[in-house]
């Protein structure tokens, strides 16, 4: 266990429907990640927060909306997603400092099916 | 834009050799390059972290080396056992908290 926990692992949606992905980090972290695994390519960063603000968003589409109520918990909320949407969905929290020592821990990913 | 390439795609070793990953980065300007590992429908695993400032970092029978200048870091991995076969993922941090991610090396060790 990485002190990260994402629900639910797995997920299978219509293009029309409202979802949300949730993640929980219990390492006392201040900066939590959502990332996007598609097959045979790079993993792709999609939001950042620090401190509950966001200071990243990589031209992700609107309708992938992100919500950090606290440092613990981060939300990915889905509607009218697209089949090209489909990948794992990963979370990721950190304690960054001045050194750069910036290991991100994962969770385990929420594996998205769009049909 | 950093781009970061890892060879080979795959690779199958017998039980017991060492081997080495290989990763490259474009952009020098790097805060630190780390080594993950992931299992089949897994998150990322962090293996070994090393600072711009460093060279290496090792952890049991794994070593990582960073060579800014030329935008290379290598894995080595000793005596490699079954256990080992999952894919490698290297991710150059051009800032404090962002990731660039190469595609990863499936590393499969055969008994």
């Known amino acids: 266990e990485t002190g990260v926990t994402q629900t639910p692992r797995h997920l299978v949606m219509g293009m029309t429907n409202k979802k949300s992905l949730k993640c929980e980090q219990h390492l006392g972290h201040n900066a939590m990640y959502w990332y996007k695994q598609s097959a045979k390519k790079p993993l792709e960063l999609m939001f950042v927060?620090?401190?509950?603000?966001?200071?990243e968003n990589n031209s992700v589409p609107s309708r992938f909306s992100p919500e950090c109520p606290n440092s613990s918990h981060l939300f990915l909320h889905l509607h009218t997603l697209q089949p090209e949407d489909s990948a794992l969905y990963l979370c990721?929290?950190?304690?960054?400092?001045?050194?750069?020592?910036?290991?991100?821990?994962f969770g385990a990913g929420t594996r998205l099916s769009v049909l | 834009k950093q781009e970061v390439t890892q060879i080979p795609a795959a690779l199958s070793v017998p039980e017991g050799e060492n081997l080495v990953l290989n990763c490259s980065f474009t952009d020098s300007a790097i805060y630190n390059l780390q080594w993950f590992r992931q299992d089949p429908g897994k998150g990322l695993t962090s293996l070994l972290l090393?600072?711009?400032?460093?060279r290496e970092q090792t952890s049991g029978r794994l070593n990582a080396s960073l060579d800014k200048s030329s935008g290379r870091s290598t894995l080595y991995i000793a005596a490699s056992q079954p256990g080992d076969s999952a894919t490698y993922l290297c991710?150059?941090?051009?800032?404090?908290?962002?990731?660039?991610f190469g595609s990863g090396t499936q590393l499969t060790v055969l008994p």
């Open positions: 927060y620090s401190l509950e603000e966001r200071v």
């Open positions: 990721a929290s950190s304690q960054g400092d001045r050194e750069g020592k910036n290991i991100q821990y």
């Open positions: 090393i600072q711009s400032s460093q």
């Open positions: 991710a150059a941090s051009g800032s404090a908290r962002q990731l660039t």
